[in-house]
T-cell receptor, first 112, second 109 residues
Framework: IAGITQAPTSQILAAGRRMTLRCTQD?????MYWYRQDLGLGLRLIHYSNTAGTTGKGEVPDGYSVSRANTDDFPLTLASAVPSQTSVYFCASRRTEGTEAFFGQGTRLTVV | GQNIDQPTEMTATEGAIVQINCTYQ??????LFWYQQHAGEAPTFLSYNVLDGLEEKGRFSSFLSRSKGYSYLLLKELQMKDSASYLCAVEDSNYQLIWGAGTKLIIKP
């Protein structure tokens, strides 16, 4: 079944540890996004990639990094986790501008 | 700055009609999206408006007025399964999606 997959679905992480959230899509979408969703704040863009080989910073990029080595994969890395990074993380992709975005099932991350 | 405003929460009765409003102030406009998000799940696409007017899709309709920076999502014949959050998102001049905080819709029997 075509779609977008995130892993893990949930994680409890000790502060200071490094963590990579995985995101893979098989729809050959050009654009991919990482969001965090916190209660009352809606979806906030962390990083994005308009096409393989390029990335850009979103609204809340500090403490996060991404790479886009190929079309399908867009991992998000927390270099040294802090409790304020406790959130639900969604990866999304879309074919191009003006088209709907498809979301992964989300990763619930708790930093303690 | 860029801003999307939606009511935080709304309550409606099963079988009734509800209108969820969204106003926006963004750097340019290339389209407006509505998404539905059930608790604990990912957002799913409902509708897309780029021109003024009403787009109808079954029980759901979405309206856009670009001159007023305003959209609404209209849900008819409400069902209990419509209890969810509804997210408004605007695609700005850089083709980035700017998201509202969402409206939590509670349906009562």
């Amino acid at each position: 079944i075509a779609g977008i997959t995130q892993a893990p679905t949930s994680q409890i992480l000790a502060a200071g540890r490094r963590m990579t959230l995985r995101c893979t899509q098989d729809m050959r979408h050009n654009a991919m996004y990482w969001y965090r969703q916190d209660l009352g704040l809606g979806l906030r863009l962390i990083h994005y990639s308009n096409t393989a080989g390029t990335t850009g910073k979103g609204e809340v990029p500090d403490g996060y990094s991404v790479s886009r080595a190929n079309t399908d994969d867009f991992p998000l890395t927390l270099a040294s986790a802090v409790p304020s990074q406790t959130s639900v993380y969604f990866c999304a992709s879309r074919r191009t501008e003006g088209t709907e975005a498809f979301f992964g099932q989300g990763t619930r991350l708790t930093v303690v | 700055g860029q801003n999307i405003d939606q009511p935080t929460e709304m309550t409606a009765t099963e079988g009734a009609i509800v209108q969820i409003n969204c106003t926006y102030q963004t750097s340019g406009f290339n389209g407006l999206f509505w998404y539905q998000q059930h608790a604990g799940e990912a957002p799913t696409f409902l509708s897309y408006n780029v021109l003024d007017g009403l787009e109808e899709k079954g029980r759901f309709s979405s309206f856009l007025s670009r001159s007023k920076g305003y959209s609404y999502l209209l849900l008819k014949e409400l069902q209990m399964k419509d209890s969810a959050s509804y997210l408004c998102a605007v695609e700005d001049s850089n083709y980035q999606l700017i998201w509202g905080a969402g409206t939590k819709l509670i349906i009562k029997p």
